[in-house]
């Protein structure tokens, strides 16, 4: 993701961002840099450990905020910065938290300001999140595991670890998310959990369709609508499966993509998931037609003027054949179908709807979005139509999502 994906995402959020120590630092200033362009007010606070790694003076730069290092700081008037910082903030993000840090927070103790903070803040207002960071065996050890199971049972939102190189020199488990990660946490942490507990299957992009080994039919959909709807279902609190035809679009996190190529590989992952899924998000460009063979090695060019005649078959429609299965029909598995129409949106929507046997339709003009990053929709379903006016996809996503979420615990009621 780059940081125009965060633009204003936390407009208006205040956010405690606390150092403990470790080499892991030097991301902190980066990712207090993403929260401040997200649109977060960021106040820093640091432990004693943390300022041997980075200055106080590079954070307040770049948070543009004096830092907070004590608890004995006379600035505030109540002589209470723990109390004070920790009941602005709409969240506490400690990144990176030390092994330290962690025993600290399990064990209840309050030290340092930044453990003080943590454990005065109300629990139930002001969510903790924990970015952990420290060498492969210090966090594989017993007694660190332990303190994170603890911390995560006293309310604490531990962020996973990367695998990878070490500060140390050693390879493992233990390093802190990036920056751009811990930016994606935090915004799917606060977003609201309109999909909790639901399981949401979505296929996105184009297919492929061979035509020989190195030749085949495609189409111009990039495949970004269907990942930012796959994104904002998982912000929602839904599991998340992705199908994915070939795009170049990475991953959002939390997300389980599975790649394919053809419109059957398709079908094959579609059809599978869908047995345990509760919506189906079709937003797929699926080709209508595959060559009827494909050949097996490269067709060649033999100088005679004669061109290969491609005979074509139609493929499998993904999208009808899991609106018609069973647990669809029986009110199981609610289904979305999109709809990339040229002209006279509502009317081919409704038709299609009809034709698809979905309950919900969304309507788009198709040469207009392609590859785009802004898009609108037109939502049609059995009470009518409902108009997304244009707005960026990662914007209409979210609306999206909350229009299936308030359908789908309609049907609940
Ligand atoms: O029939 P049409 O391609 O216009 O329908 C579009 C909708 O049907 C989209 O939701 C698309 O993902 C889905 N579809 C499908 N399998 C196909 C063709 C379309 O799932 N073979």
Known sequence: MNAMDFAGELQGRHIVLGLSGGAACFKAAEYCRLLTKAGATVQVVMTEAACQFITPVAMQALSGRPVYVSQWDARPDNAMAHINLSREADAIVVAPASADFIAQLAQGRAGELLALLCLARPIEQVPLLLAPAMNREMWAHPATQRNLRQVAQDGAQVLGVAHGAQACGEFGDGRMLEAAELLEELIAFLAPKSLLGQRVLITAGPTFEAIDPVRGITNLSSGKMGFAIARAAREAGAEVTLVAGPVHLPTPRGVHRIDVGSARQMHAAATGHAQHAHIFIATAAVADWRPASAAEHKIKKDGSGQVPQLGFVENPDILAD?????????????????????????????????????????????????GKDDNALLLVDDEGVTELPRASKRHLAQQLIHEIARRVSGLDA
């Open 322 to 370: 899991i609106a018609h299965s069973a647990r669809a029909q029986a009110g199981e598995l609610y289904c979305v179908g999109f709809a990339a129409e040229s002209q006279d949106l509502q009317a081919n929507a409704q038709a299609k709807r009809v034709r698809k046997g979905v309950p919900l339709l969304v309507a788009n003009l198709g040469p207009a979005t392609f």
